[in-house]
């Protein structure tokens, strides 16, 4: 049996196959690792500069050093695991956080799980292009590091060409659906010419022989499918380069409408949630000039409006499309009442936003530069990092409403508004969806609901920017608990409030009208930051309420009862509470520079999801690697099988391995034979096919003339009935066992191969 075990084929005698699977030259390990490469480049449209870039090819680069390294080395799947795992503890130590220590350890876990924390709440609140930060590189390093690892393990282990496109697609489609339009067809076209040359470098070097094509010239086969290959990908990438742009339709609706949820709009996913900024204005009471608006009447100057809500934070899911002089009006937002025009300058100094303020609902434009408009939420942004230095002219439709107006709105709404604006998650509290039906009573008519829970929050409640901020779940509670809030709070739980009633609703976000100075212009600044909800009416659109106290919307007068107010008005009345704590004005934050460590302790929430997600990769990873790579190992033991003995010697190794993961092994002293009649009663059904085939194995392992062709197909016959034989009298739990018993894995020798 040791004899059986042990055998080798010469060198000579080995299949190219096996060769090929740890080795299977640079041209396709080069061709990968340049997918990797341009698929980390692709995630260049997520940030506002390329500081990232070293550090993400770095981690590219070293993942898949150390992939090939196990590889030569003869190192299986699972140790190259292990090994890819500290070597991202080690790159994450030294090059991402070489501040807190050089040497892994409690501290550098921390300090990362505090930057992924970071990144992670900071994603559903910038918009792309983002400043970089180090918990944003890390994001994309880990990333890309986990991309290179499982495309190699695809590529080289389990030899399989889809799947090792999969990892790298992933992260470039990441960037390509929440990554600005900057650089939108270069790096499109750079992952596409990556992916065909991996492609057609995997193929070169998988040819098992030189194929003289020419003249019998040797080594010329591989060559001239590598000309022929790369040349018709070049002209592949050309024609899309040059020629798609052209063809009909290639700017119209894609046909999958992948990022346009279904509205049928051009442009990138964006998440926009300025309500975070608006606190830190409000508390700091900033009198820093904003804006300033030439206007012959004064309004909110909105910038957007909110429309997901999560039970954590309002956001929106917008598509931005170019604009041009004439704005596109929604469908769902025709309204009956007369509409007055107003005509807006704007010219803004420190508004540090992609988005443009302007009167509700803006119609026309007039701008320098690259302006988007998302008719939905009937919003302006700039392409540009920042709008500041911009100056524009807005002419907006003002509707006249009035209570007996709105009054006459029937109940519903459109289809695909009820289906947006209604949503709310499952957990919402059932206090806030009571207090809600206890303020409105037996009121049906839309309109008469909306004010009714305005009034009712401008009669119960008290301005007050000292509180804890948010508008989750447990915030909204202690909201309403308290009687006492800001703005953020006011329009959030209105909204939800609303919802929850049937009525369709929105958070809107941007300014107060500000204070007229001696040129004529109105003069905004941080302490007008504002934010009120919005209800859609049929017929009629979207009407603004007003339920924060103290503020209230010019023009509204007729349906909302408020005459107009802003915090110049009406200074921020703080209420001493003892269990409401103080804050201290929040200093804004330089986001070109990285993030610190923060200095608080993190929720220990945090690092345990962390933790358990790591485990949970871990899991799936052995789960599923184990088996592909059992299977890819007996693959590569039956294609370097070259003749009917080689055969057999194989067909016994898999069945010795079934045995023994049966808890059968056999002894390092005894022969084949010796094996199968001592296990022969204990393994059932399974040990006659056994006892034959180890008579055939002591033939082909002795004769020197080696064994007949039939009597490999025999051996591989009774290999397979040893192993069905096995699965039959197996329990589920047992079979599951030996699906992810490592040991074959674990081997020292090919045995017989």
């Known amino acids: 049996m040791t004899a059986l075990a042990t055998r080798e084929r010469p060198p000579k005698e080995r299949n190219d196959a096996f060769d090929a699977a740890t080795d299977p030259g640079w041209p396709a390990e080069a061709g990968l690792v340049g997918m990797s490469v341009a698929a980390a480049i692709g995630m260049g449209r997520l940030f506002a500069d390329a500081s990232f870039l070293p550090v993400v090819l770095l981690a590219v680069l070293v993942s898949h050093g150390l992939s090939l390294l196990c590889r030569r080395r003869g190192i299986g799947p699972l140790v190259n695991l292990a090994v890819s795992a500290g070597g991202l503890v080690l790159f994450v130590t030294w090059v991402i956080e070489p501040h807190v220590s050089l040497i892994p350890s409690p501290d550098t876990w921390r300090a990362a799980s505090l930057d992924l924390r970071e990144a992670w709440g900071r994603f559903s609140e910038v918009v792309a292009p983002a400043q970089v930060t180090r918990g944003f590189v890390l994001g994309a390093a880990l990333g890309s590091w986990v991309s290179a690892f499982v495309a190699d393990l695809f590529a080289f282990r389990a030899r399989t060409r889809v799947e090792a496109v999969v990892p790298s697609f992933t992260v470039f489609l990441f960037g390509a659906l929440l990554g600005s339009d900057h650089h939108r067809l270069s790096s499109a076209v750079l992952f596409l010419a990556a992916v065909l040359a991996f492609v057609v470098l995997a193929e070169v070097s998988a040819a098992p022989r030189a194929r003289p094509w020419l003249s019998g010239r040797k080594g010329a086969g591989e060559r001239a499918l590598l000309r022929s290959g790369l040349g018709m990908a070049g002209v592949a990438v050309l024609l899309a380069l040059v020629v798609g742009p052209q063809l009909p339709g290639a700017y119209g609706k894609g046909i999958l409408g992948v990022g346009d949820k279904g509205r049928g709009k051009n442009g990138t996913r964006v998440t926009l949630s300025p309500l975070v900024d608006i606190r830190s204005r409000l508390v700091g009471q900033s009198t820093v000039e904003l804006f300033t608006v030439k206007a012959e009447r004064e309004s909110y100057w909105r910038i957007t409006s909110l429309d997901r809500f999560d039970g954590t934070i309002w956001s929106s899911l917008s598509n931005y499309r170019p604009a041009g002089t004439r704005l596109p009006g929604a469908g769902t937002d025709a309204a009956r009442a007369d509409t007055t025009r107003s005509s807006q300058e704007f010219e803004i100094a420190g508004l540090a936003s992609i988005w443009l303020p302007a009167a509700y609902r803006p119609d026309r434009l007039t701008a320098s530069g690259r302006i988007r408009f998302d008719p939905d939420s009937g919003s302006l942004a700039t392409d540009r990092a920042t709008s500041d230095g911009l100056k524009y002219t807005v002419e907006s439709a003002i509707p006249q409403l009035t209570s007996a107006a709105l009054a006459t709105a029937p109940p519903g709404a459109p289809a695909e508004v009820a289906a947006r604006y209604l949503e709310l998650p499952a957990n919402l509290s059932q206090e806030v969806r009571q207090t809600a039906r206890r303020i409105v009573g037996s009121e049906t008519s839309p309109y008469k609901r909306a004010k009714a829970l305005q009034d009712w929050f401008r009669t ?100 909302t009862d408020v005459t107009p107010a802003q915090a110049a008005d009406t200074p921020a009345v703080t209420v001493p509470d003892a269990s409401v704590p103080v804050d201290e004005p929040v200093t804004p934050v330089d986001e070109s520079q990285p993030a610190a460590p923060l200095a608080a302790e993190a929720s220990p929430a945090g690092p345990r999801l962390i933790v358990a997600g790591v485990l949970v990769a871990l899991i799936v990873l052995y789960v599923v690697g184990v088996p592909l790579a059992k299977r890819r190992r007996r693959h590569r033991r039956r294609a370097a099988a070259a003749t009917p003995a080689d055969r057999v010697l194989v067909a016994w190794t898999e069945a010795t391995e079934d045995m023994t993961a049966a808890g059968l092994a056999p002894r390092p002293d005894e022969t084949a034979v010796e094996f199968a009649h001592r296990v022969c009663r204990a393994a059932g059904p399974a040990g006659a096919p056994l006892v034959r085939l180890a008579d055939d194995t002591s033939a082909a392992a002795w004769s020197a003339a080696g064994v007949p062709a039939d009597v490999a197909v025999r051996a591989e016959a009774e290999a397979a009935g040893v192993a069905t034989e096995l699965d039959a009298q197996a329990t589920r739990r047992e079979k599951f066992r030996r699906a992810l018993d490592p040991r074959p894995l674990l081997s020292g020798t090919e045995t017989a191969a």
């Not at 308290?482 to 959030?492: D, I, N, S, T, V």
């Not at 941007?510 to 009120?532: C, I, M, N, Q, R």
């Open 460 to 559: 119960n409640f008290t301005y007050n920017l000292q509180v804890e901020p948010g508008h989750d779940e447990n915030a909204m509670e202690k909201f309403l608990a308290r009687k006492q809030g800001y703005c953020e709070q006011f329009a959030g739980t209105y909204a939800a409030m609303a919802r929850s009633l049937g009525l369709p609703a929105r958070v809107a976000v941007g300014f107060t009208y500000g204070s007229k100075g001696d040129d004529g212009l109105w003069h905004v600044t941080g302490k007008e930051a504002h934010a009120w909800p919005e209800v859609y009416l049929n017929g009629y659109g979207w009407v603004a309420f007003e339920p924060t106290p103290g503020r209230g919307l010019p023009g509204a007068e007729q349906y």
